[in-house]
Nanobody, 127 residues
């Protein structure tokens, strides 16, 4: 089992940047594929980005491609989401998620594919 704690959210002006972190408990972080999702008020939770166990493969939602970068440091048990060129429509609560994966290079896109979730961190982008 793994526990996830997000940090790094906040208020930023449009065009600005934030880096979210997701710290995982336990010694088997490298066994988990990781994902970031977000949920804006009145909307359903949506996929943002995912990364394989090895970190070699990543996938992004079209809405963030070219602006956001997902990464991980298995030695630090932490996943990251670097968010650049932020837009007001990026405003949401951001969640990290984890699932154990047999495969080193597989990533997962669906929220229902993840077993563990953090509590979320608020990102607000002002215009």
């Amino acid at each position: 089992q793994v526990q996830l704690v997000e940090s790094g959210g906040g208020l930023v002006q449009a065009g600005g940047s934030l880096r979210l972190s997701c710290a995982a408990s336990g010694r088997t972080f490298s066994m988990y594929a990781m994902g970031w999702f977000r949920q804006a008020p009145g909307k359903e939770r949506e996929f943002v980005a995912s990364i394989s166990r090895s970190g070699d493969r990543t996938y992004y939602a079209d809405s963030v491609k070219g602006r956001f970068t997902i990464s991980r440091d298995n030695a630090k048990n932490t996943a990251y989401l670097q968010m650049n060129s932020l837009k007001p429509e990026d405003t949401a609560v951001y969640y990290c998620a984890a699932r154990p994966s047999t495969y080193f290079t597989t990533y997962y896109l669906g929220a229902n594919e993840y077993d563990y979730w953090g509590q979320g961190t608020q990102v607000t982008v002002s215009s």
